[in-house]
């Protein structure tokens, strides 16, 4: 082999290796934050989970099958059928490797939408579980302190 050939390759591979370095110096936070903008806000299903998830995903949702590719296979069709669904990221808040997004979503327009919290469990700079709630925006409150 050309020795410039083994440098390239050596310079490669070294550069492949501190760019993973650079991205793992995300906090959970900053890394489930990336997701979620990705995900939510620019609706790139695939490139998000591809980019911020481990193929392994844990899915906590007995509504939702578990894995990463799962996820994909059912969130790619969702928005595409719902391209007026807007999720409004109200607060991210992290405990060590857990992150809690708090959010407003809306899928149809006019839409009260849901209060969502979703809790997100990150190793390695890559979200390895989720766990989420969602309660229905009521029409009418018995209080003035709004869910957001």
């Known amino acids: 082999m050309r020795p410039s050939v083994i440098l390239f ?9 501190l760019a ?7 906090k959970p936070k900053e890394v489930v934050t990336k997701f979620m903008n990705e995900f939510y806000i620019q609706k790139h299903v695939r490139t998000a989970f591809e980019t911020w998830v481990e193929p392994g995903y844990v899915q906590h949702n007995p509504l939702a ?8 296979a059912f969130l790619e069709p969702f928005f595409r059928d719902h391209p007026d669904a807007n999720y409004s990221i109200k607060r991210i808040i992290a405990d060590g490797n857990l992150v809690v997004v708090h959010s407003h979503a809306k899928f149809t327009a006019g839409d009260r939408g849901l209060a969502v919290v979703d809790i997100l469990r990150v190793e390695h700079c890559k979200i390895a579980e989720h766990w989420d ?3 229905p925006v009521p029409e009418k409150a ?5 869910m957001f």
Do not use: P, S
Not at 11 to 17: E, K, M, N, P
Not at 20 to 26: T, V
């Open 65 to 72: 099958a578990t894995g990463r590719d799962a996820a994909i």
């Open 142 to 146: 018995a209080n003035a302190n709004g």
């Open 20 to 26: 993973h370095a650079d991205e793992c110096r995300l």
């Open 9 to 17: 390759t050596a310079t490669l591979t070294l550069a492949t290796g």
């Open 133 to 135: 709630v969602a309660q």
